[in-house]
């Protein structure tokens, strides 16, 4: 046999071979950014919305003032993780069943986007069934009806100054459980969990976990407050100025966690961050809260 025969011989084996050899899968189809996802749904997020949409971190907050389009961009973020990925449980916890109630009405309307007629789960009465089986379920933060889930992909903790402590402390363990096995190849996730709320005092796990940083895995966090937000006009943040009490102005308009009564010239964060553990302290017996509380220095 010449070397043109079994040149030929070896593709002739080749085109044999490849003709009896299983087809390869077809590539998983790809899943759009959320942010892109919010496009399609006729949602234009400004660029800090965008950055809070395209960021899948497992441990969130967003500190924002009113008005600044919370719900629906976080609607948004829910919609996203039920729709491209089969199976997924999204729970939403509101200070009240109203506020869960309104959070799925929102996600609805994007259901009807997608050309999905939104309808319950069939066990809760605040929820979203989707054709691929994931679950969308609004619960409010009441002790009493909160447990019983599991496998949570995407915890959002909504008005999260409002919910009790121990509220938090119970709906926690609920991401420990979650298999990856559903997330789309072309895209996987891991668990989320998001704080999503305005300040609410100098209190409660919103403001312990915005200003701890020694947590693992660490949060992300973003603050905007209302002089960042496109559609809230400089003359109306000057009324609002003008007509509410400073505290609570900077509280709902500014992000600040205010301490109740606190009426000084200085903000509570720009004492704190002045103090240092650096050098050793001259008055050993002195805190910022018990100054601020009582104007002077522990004895």
Avoid at 169 to 182: D, G, K, Y
Avoid at 195 to 215: K, M
Avoid at 265 to 292: C, N, V
Wanted: hydrophobic content about 35%; charged content about 20%.
């Amino acid at each position: 046999m010449t070397n043109w025969d079994t040149f030929t011989g070896l593709v002739d084996s080749v085109d044999h071979n490849h003709a009896h050899a299983a087809p390869a899968p077809p590539p998983p189809p790809l899943v759009p950014t959320p942010v892109h996802f919010a496009h399609s749904l006729g949602f234009t997020p400004n660029p800090h919305q965008a950055d809070v949409l395209n960021s899948i971190v497992p441990r969130g907050i967003l500190n924002c003032s009113r008005q600044w389009g919370k719900s629906t961009v976080t609607a948004i973020k829910a919609v996203h993780r039920a729709y491209h990925h089969p199976g997924s449980l999204v729970l939403v916890v509101a200070p009240s069943g109203r506020q869960s109630a309104t959070f799925l009405e929102k996600a609805s309307q994007f259901l009807h986007k997608l050309n999905i007629k939104p309808r319950g789960d069939g066990h809760n009465d605040i929820s979203l069934k989707f054709p691929n089986g994931s679950r969308i379920i609004g619960i409010p933060a009441v002790d009493a009806t909160i447990r019983g889930y599991s496998g949570v992909s995407l915890l959002i903790i909504d008005e999260a100054s409002r919910v009790d402590d121990k509220i938090y402390h119970t709906v926690r363990p609920m991401l420990a459980a979650t298999e990856l096995t559903n997330s789309h190849p072309g895209f996987p996730v891991t668990p989320e969990l998001w704080l999503i709320s305005t300040p609410y005092g100098c209190r409660g796990f919103f403001y312990e976990e915005f200003r701890r940083y020694d947590s693992n895995p660490p949060w992300t966090r973003f603050t905007f407050p209302a002089s960042q937000c496109p559609h809230i006009s400089p003359a109306f943040l000057e009324e609002e100025r003008n007509a509410t009490p400073g505290p609570q102005f900077r509280q709902e308009y500014e992000c600040e966690f205010v301490r109740e009564g606190n009426n000084s010239f200085f903000r509570y964060q720009d004492l704190e961050f002045a103090l240092t553990d650096k050098f050793h302290p001259m008055f050993p017996g002195l805190s910022i809260d018990s100054w601020i509380a009582q104007g002077r220095p522990m004895r």
